[in-house]
Every structure is written in C-alpha cells, then in structure tokens.
C-alpha cells in the first residue's frame, strides 16, 4: 500500500507531500508490517512522525493480540 501524506496546517509543510508505503508479510502465524515514511520535510516532523506512526502501531498490535 503506498499513499501520499500532508499537513494544511503546519508551514514546514507547504508545498510539500510525502509519500507512506506499508508493506504487510507473511510470518509466523501472523503477519509483519513495515511501515515507511519518506520525503519529510525536516528531521523534527520525522521525529514527530515516528513518535505518531509507534503509537498508531503499538496500539494496533494490542488491539490484534486480544
């Protein structure tokens, strides 16, 4: 899955659109995401964007592994 990402809001983005890509696996018994986010437009949205993408993903896993 790929898809293109931006913010209205924030300045740092204008003009600008970055690009997601997840990437789903066959695994033991489940399956393995990977989740990439490229094309940020500074390292403090990255850092922020990593921040969000953990969080969003932590609480996927524990919702999936009820």
Do not use: C
Not at 39 to 55: A, V
């Amino acid at each position: 899955i790929v898809f293109t990402w931006q913010w209205e809001d924030d300045e740092d983005w204008e003009n600008h659109v970055s690009i997601v890509t997840v990437e789903l696996d066959d695994a033991d018994g489940g399956t393995d995401l990977r989740l990439t986010h490229e094309q940020l437009p500074n390292e403090d949205s990255r850092d922020g964007h990593t921040r969000g993408w953990n969080s969003a993903l932590d609480k996927l896993e524990k919702f999936f592994s009820r």
